[in-house]
């Protein structure tokens, strides 16, 4: 007999609908300023049609993460303020690099992100593996992001 945890369910749902639809929200309001394809771009630049697809995986894991820990209580001020404070900073970025179009900005601040994203995934990690080692996609994929800011600053 399957039993399901409703309550669980619930608590995944919430924890994993945050990102995602912040991150929706900031894709909609940036949507009119996108300028990416017009780019001149670094050798190892993917095609636009990637970054919806990553960034919703990466904030399912985000989501994931925080839920594991939040469903065995292994939350506190130090884990939720970086997984907060790393949310917000990933929020901000796109409006920085594509409405602002500020890009040695932007790319000082997705290398904030990165950091961000790396002390939470050591601290997820110091909490619970599962919820660190699903925050490594995340962490090499700010990094990635921030070569590719770094050189569409430079090249454009």
Do not use: C, H
């Not at 917000?88 to 594509?98: E, G």
């Not at 619970?128 to 921030?146: C, E, H």
Request: net charge positive.
């Amino acid at each position: 007999m399957i039993i399901i945890n409703w309550k669980k369910i619930k608590l995944y749902a919430g924890t994993i609908l945050v990102p995602v639809a912040l991150g929706g929200l900031v894709g909609f309001l940036i949507s009119g300023s996108m300028d990416y394809e017009s780019l001149k771009k670094p050798v190892l630049a993917p095609p636009p049609a990637l970054f919806p697809v990553v960034w919703t995986i990466l904030y399912i894991l985000m989501g994931v993460s925080y839920g594991i820990l939040k469903s065995r209580d292994l939350l506190d001020f130090d884990v939720s303020s970086v997984y907060y404070s790393q949310l917000i900073v990933n929020l901000i970025w796109p409006l920085i690099f594509f409405i602002l179009k500020w890009r040695l900005f932007a790319f000082i601040w997705i290398a904030v992100l990165a950091i961000l994203a790396t002390v939470m995934a050591v601290r997820f990690y110091a909490k619970n593996k599962t919820a660190g080692l699903l925050q490594v996609p995340y962490v090499m994929w700010t990094v990635f992001a921030s070569y590719l800011n770094l050189f569409v600053y430079i090249l454009n």
